[in-house]
């Protein structure tokens, strides 16, 4: 045994300087064993225990960091997560850092909660693929809380006796509290409804007969322990089966032996657990546990220590951990099973999918096709009716052209070139004149030439033709 700081310690109890302090970064400052000195113990003096003040730690030199022992759900186990609780519990006798009171921890200034983080990023190393940086602080913080709240609860039990007046409450107040604080939160002890709230709480508390006999070790400690022990990791029922019981073995109450030996029989018949032993306290669903003892409440998990909850985080605002919680072999058949019938109807909707596919391209394809023969259909009778109403339309105006210019002859000077119907408009095609002299026309209609004088004959009818053609344009 060792003497550090007023406190006899088991030696190993501070060997982290190899397996827990790490240098960040090297230095020649000096090593972390200068920090332990060994102080002869008197035999003739008694020293009493007195508060963890955990100074070794505080004194660390900033090239020095702890590493903080933690599972995979991210509670504090092994002697350097345990170290880390006890030194994580003496900023409560720190007013700046964690002061008593307002009385609810989320009420208190988010200024001490930053300035309480400072110190613990300055002093330890959490692991990142446990608990992300960015959640580490609510994590430190919400276990904070817990430290204070456990502080405060001792507090009242050691400074207000029953019956005790205020006055002689006031006088109680440790060294270490701040005198407003203490008058503050004894004035809360007296509060009316505040003393109501207790007596509740008291009653209630007198139903429960079955107490937990691990003492000031958490039920993570417990199965990192027998996890060591047995070199595998233990479920919530094997961590019930050790805290219920007396050191004899014997349970605690016969309550407590029939539901040991329920949780016996089904570990017996094969429905246990299997998991590493990083995992903490192994724990699902139907377990041995849950059979026993019921479904789990709201947010809650029994059995696995503070920390885990049903949907795999440590609180509302905590991280989510990287390991999931365990299957029991019945849920991993069921879950097998499952998995077997969800691949046979995923192959199967794969199959009504490629036929309904199949189908519809089928369908489009005679739709189609049905389309273009109606279409060509269409087209054949349209273009059908559309010259039977162009050959009707040009007998039409044959007869009339007949009717209006009878004798005229339009072969020698005038050429008809077209006369289209489209929908419902007619068009009628412009009338082409050739062009050229008219006494050259007159006399190729002599066949000759050579200066001759063209005969009356010849000229009267030309100038006939001209005539019946301008009358025509202007009817």
């Not at 960015?134 to 207000?160: P, S, V």
């Not at 087209?379 to 009716?385: E, G, I, N």
């Amino acid at each position: 045994m060792i003497n550090i700081f007023g406190r006899r310690i088991a030696c190993n109890a501070f060997n982290f300087v190899e397996d827990l302090v790490q240098e960040t970064p090297a230095s020649g400052d000096g090593r972390a064993e200068d920090l332990v000195q060994e102080t002869p113990a008197s035999s003739n003096v008694r020293k009493t225990r007195g508060t963890t003040l955990m100074q070794r730690i505080w004194s660390l030199p900033p090239n020095l960091k702890i590493e903080c022992g933690l599972n995979v759900r991210g509670q504090p186990i092994g002697e350097s997560g345990q170290t880390f609780k006890r030194w994580l519990g003496t900023f409560c006798l720190s007013r700046a850092l964690c002061p008593l009171v307002p009385v609810a921890w989320t009420r208190v200034p988010h200024k001490n909660k930053e300035d309480s983080w400072i110190e613990i990023e300055k002093r330890w190393i959490i692991d990142p693929e446990i608990i992300h940086p960015a959640n580490q602080m609510n994590w430190a913080m919400h276990l904070l809380g817990e430290l204070r709240r456990n502080r405060r609860t001792k507090l009242k039990k050691k400074c207000y006796p029953k019956d005790a007046l205020k006055e002689e409450v006031i006088k109680n107040k440790p060294a270490w509290a701040d005198t407003q604080d203490y008058a503050v939160l004894v004035d809360y002890w007296f509060d009316p409804n505040m003393q109501t709230l207790v007596d509740t709480n008291k009653r209630s508390r007198g139903f429960q007969k079955d107490i937990a006999r691990s003492g000031p070790i958490s039920f993570a400690q417990m199965a990192d322990n027998m996890a060591k022990e047995s070199g595998q990791a233990v479920e919530r029922a094997t961590v019930f089966l050790k805290v219920y019981c007396t050191k004899d073995g014997s349970p605690v109450s016969n309550t407590v032996k029939e539901k040991i030996d329920k949780m016996n029989e089904i570990l017996n018949n094969g429905c246990t657990l299997q998991g590493e032993c990083r995992e903490g306290i192994l724990w699902a669903k139907d377990d041995a546990f849950a059979q026993v003892m019921g479904a789990e409440r709201s947010g809650r998990v029994r059995g696995v220590g503070f920390g885990p909850t049903p949907s795999g985080r440590s609180g509302a605002n905590l991280p989510c951990y990287t390991s999931t919680p365990p299957s029991s072999t019945e849920t991993a058949q069921r879950m097998t099973s499952l998995e077997n019938s969800h691949q046979s109807l995923r192959d199967q909707l794969a199959q009504s999918e490629q036929k309904h596919k199949e189908e519809i391209a089928e369908l489009h394809a005679k739709h189609e096709e049905q389309i273009a023969e109606a279409l060509a259909e269409a087209k054949r009778q349209s273009d059908a009716q559309h010259q039977k109403h162009m050959d009707e339309m040009m007998s039409s105006m044959r007869a009339m052209l007949d009717r209006l210019t009878p004798g005229v002859d339009f072969s020698g000077s005038l050429r008809c070139l077209e006369i289209s119907l489209e929908f419902i408009l007619l068009f009628v095609g412009d009338w082409l004149c050739e062009g050229g002299e008219l006494l050259d026309r007159i006399r190729s209609r002599r066949g000759g030439g050579g200066g001759r004088r063209p005969m009356e004959d010849d000229a009267k009818v030309v100038t006939v033709q001209v005539v019946n053609v301008a009358a025509f344009c202007h009817v």
